[in-house]
């Protein structure tokens, strides 16, 4: 079987006057389906087709030991990889981006710090993620390095269909390999048992600007061992 589903992840929830908020339990107008397994709106996972999908908060604390990273490594560990082979884990912030704005970057450097290992360690496939009113797609990534696909995890930010787009220039990191900020869109996901197919989508157009083939998690790769950098 294939599954297929878009994804529009602003870069922000808005409101009339606020351009830089994110959801709270009190927010209204956001008709969110989510799980009953973790925080309410701010994590949840659930099964879509032959995906699993975790939803964190970047907005919550994360570190090892917090309450939302304890449910975090209990979800990942308890999907059933012969059930939904691919995992999914979305957040507002994203942990890799090359846009220069640096009190982000800072974060995203302390996202990496606390969740990366977790991610290789349990073989996250993709992160989505936006934040950022941009599109940016990475590597198969590990610890700052780009490895073979299906050995770590892809990154991508797509904050494409929500306020203005943001035009702040890129860093020239190897992870990054492809930026628009040009563009507004959304992120065409489509998984069958073997692959993983990513596809940045234009609105309007229709356009393919990017697309990333994900193969299954390789179990038997040994070239790669996880470095703490940061």
């Not at 892809?154 to 220039?169: Q, W």
């Not at 040009?182 to 940045?200: I, Y």
Request: aromatic residues 16%; contains cysteine.
């Amino acid at each position: 079987y294939t599954y297929k589903v878009n994804i529009h992840l602003s870069g922000h929830y808005h409101s009339y006057e606020s351009t830089c908020a994110v959801v709270s339990g009190e927010s209204s107008g956001i008709n969110a389906e989510y799980g009953d397994n973790g925080n309410g709106v701010f994590w949840y996972s659930f099964d879509y087709g032959l995906v699993h999908v975790i939803q964190f908060s970047s907005e919550h604390d994360f570190r090892p030991g917090s309450r939302q990273f304890l449910w975090l490594e209990k979800d990942l560990k308890s999907v059933d990889r012969k059930r939904t082979p691919w995992i999914v884990a979305t957040s507002h912030r994203p942990l890799y981006t090359s846009q220069e704005y640096y009190g982000d970057h800072v974060v995203g450097l302390h996202m990496r710090m606390a969740l990366e290992e977790l991610f290789y360690f349990y073989r996250v496939n993709v992160h989505l993620s936006g934040h950022y009113h941009s599109y940016e797609s990475t590597c198969a990534v590990v610890s700052g390095d780009c490895v073979k696909p299906g050995t770590g995890t892809v990154y991508v930010v797509v904050g494409t269909s929500g306020i203005a787009l943001d035009g702040a220039a890129y860093q020239p990191y190897p992870w990054s390999k492809y930026q628009n900020f040009k563009n507004f869109g959304f992120q065409r996901v489509t998984a069958n048992s073997t692959h993983l197919l990513m596809e940045f989508v234009t609105a309007p157009g229709g356009e393919v600007l990017d697309d990333i083939t994900i193969p299954t998690w390789d179990e038997t790769a040994t070239d790669h061992v996880f470095k703490r950098r940061y």
